[in-house]
């Protein structure tokens, strides 16, 4: 409570009100205008002022919270300048530098605004001064010449100049016997630096009544793919010189399930599938069907030219008859004679043209032969020919199934040693899990959200008569589908160090 009106860079005074239960406490900032005035031969019955010029500070450094480089100082606020001074006081009294430390500032604004505040005390010798007096308001006709602690005040004494003090506090020797008498002790600032060491003095009093220890923060973090079999598992362990455990708080998120590769190496094998029993196999039935194609233009086709020949036949015996073929089928003499001239071979050599009607068909065998005898025929070069008409064609495929029996039978596929190469990269699923099951020292955490943001785990772990174990946790966090946690567990703990040693 005390340590509330620290940065405050003007005068302040503490108040109280009995008149209510609870009482109440109140800070003011006290009034700056002088309310009466302490006069020789008036009021005052005795003057006794000491003037200190060995407390006085006229450059302060200020710093606040932090420590090392890390402590908080005014520099940026105060254009580079570590300190604040008083160039006046300086050149009256000498330089009096002094390097102040408050830690609970934690703003280089307000720690300036203090500094300055304090600086201004300071920088001018500390007038005490006690004053014996009555209380004139005790009179008629003085009702209003009453003064109490924080009223500004005159002192009024003869060949010096007059006074502003601040009445600090007030004091009776006999309340009922002589009440007006009263002594006053004024002093013209509420601080100084004695003060301020005795802070820092009451500061180090409270200090060793703390637990000697130290707050720390434990951080573990986590990032792995996990799925609905093989879950996300923190693990962590308190040690013995834990003395309290402040927060454990879990932060988590769910993202797509991850993987670095597509392909790995394969050694190669033989498989053989297993034996097959074989079956029938029918189709379903055809409804058949007319189809006809295209009409065809027909056309006349001739093949290529034949060179001819000679050929000979085998021996021959027996009577028989041989049928003849004239080397040009014939020739037809023009009109007016109808005859056909055939080219005749008697089979000694010897050939001989016959000439009979036009009439007479174009094969013309011999009337018999007999004895053993050959006979050769010379075909000459010639060529066939042949026209095809315009036609179509129609077909009719009737309604009919087909069938196929496949026997009992076996494949093997032989597959020699050989390698993949591997193709490197970050490859994430599509989806993402819906929902996650947190288990906590086997106890199931009521969240189910893929994300989670400082999730007290403190109910949830492993206990012995109400105490957190000093031992092994474990946190697991199970997806329902393939995914990846990112995972942060946090803990506030105060530890005491009683074991290990120095080296």
């Given at each position: 409570?005390l340590s509330?009106?620290k ?10 009100d009995?008149?209510?239960y609870?009482?109440?406490l109140?800070i003011?900032?006290?009034s ?12 005052m ?7 200190d ?39 009256e009294?000498g ?12 703003n ?13 005390e ?15 308001s ?18 009024v ?7 502003i ?16 008498n ?8 509420l ?23 130290a707050?720390?923060?434990?951080n573990y973090?986590y ?7 093989n ?22 998120d ?46 006349t ?66 009337y ?7 006979h050769?025929?010379?075909?000459p ?17 009737p ?8 026997p ?6 032989n597959?020699?040693?050989?390698t ?10 599509p989806?993402?899990?819906t ?14 959200a ?6 007290n785990?403190e109910?949830?772990?492993s ?41």
């Amino acid at each position: 409570m005390l340590s509330i009106p620290k940065p405050f860079d003007t005068a302040y005074e503490w108040t109280y009100d009995t008149s209510v239960y609870p009482w109440v406490l109140n800070i003011v900032e006290p009034s700056t205008e002088v309310i009466g005035e302490l006069r020789w031969g008036k009021n005052m019955g005795s003057f006794d002022e000491v003037i200190d010029p060995t407390k006085i500070v006229n450059r302060i450094y200020p710093l606040g919270a932090g420590e090392g480089v890390n402590q908080l100082g005014i520099e940026s606020v105060n254009g580079g300048v570590a300190y604040l001074d008083d160039a006046v006081s300086i050149a009256e009294y000498g330089l009096k530098p002094y390097v102040w430390v408050h830690r609970n500032f934690e703003n280089q604004d307000t720690l300036k605004a203090s500094a300055q505040g304090l600086l201004d005390e300071w920088k001018i010798p500390k007038i005490s001064t006690s004053v014996t007096g009555s209380d004139l308001s005790m009179l008629e006709g003085y009702e209003f010449d009453k003064h109490r602690v924080g009223d500004l005040i005159r002192i009024v004494v003869d060949d010096r100049d007059d006074t502003i003090v601040r009445i600090v506090s007030e004091s009776k020797g006999d309340l009922t016997g002589d009440p007006s008498n009263i002594v006053f002790d004024l002093n013209n600032k509420l601080d100084d630096i004695a003060t301020t060491q005795t802070d820092l003095q009451r500061k180090q009093q409270v200090n060793e009544a703390y637990s000697q220890g130290a707050t720390n923060i434990l951080n573990y973090d986590y990032q792995d793919n996990c799925d609905e079999v093989n879950p996300a598992t923190i693990k962590f362990f308190l040690d013995d010189d834990v003395v309290n455990i402040n927060t454990c708080e879990l932060t988590f998120d769910t993202d797509n399930f991850r993987s670095y590769s597509q392909a790995t190496k394969g050694g190669g094998a033989l498989v053989e599938s297993t034996s097959s029993g074989g079956a029938v196999v029918k189709s379903t039935s055809s409804g058949g069907g007319s189809t006809a194609t295209s009409s065809s233009g027909g056309g006349t086709s001739t093949s290529t030219s034949s060179g001819g020949g000679s050929t000979q036949t085998s021996v021959g015996g027996g009577d028989h008859r041989h049928q003849m073929y004239s080397l040009s089928d014939g020739i037809i003499i023009s009109p007016p004679t109808q005859y056909r001239l055939y080219d005749v071979q008697d089979g000694l050599g010897n050939n001989s043209i016959v000439e009979l009607p036009i009439d007479t068909p174009a094969a013309v065998t011999t009337y018999g032969a007999s004895g053993i005898h050959t006979h050769e025929l010379t075909i000459p070069s010639h060529s066939h020919g042949f026209s095809t008409p315009n036609h179509a064609h129609d077909v009719t495929i009737p309604s009919h199934s087909h069938s196929m029996d496949i026997p009992d039978h076996a494949h093997s596929i032989n597959l020699p040693d050989h390698t993949h190469e591997v193709e490197h990269g970050i490859y994430k699923l599509p989806t993402l899990p819906t929902s996650v099951e947190i288990m906590v020292d086997g106890n199931l955490l009521p969240h189910t959200a893929i994300t989670g943001d400082r999730l007290n785990l403190e109910p949830y772990l492993s206990k012995t008569s109400g105490k957190i174990n000093r031992s092994r946790h474990e946190i697991t966090i199970k997806p329902n589908a393939k995914g990846r946690v990112n995972a942060n567990l946090i803990l506030r703990v105060f530890i005491q160090s009683h074991v290990g040693q120095v080296v």
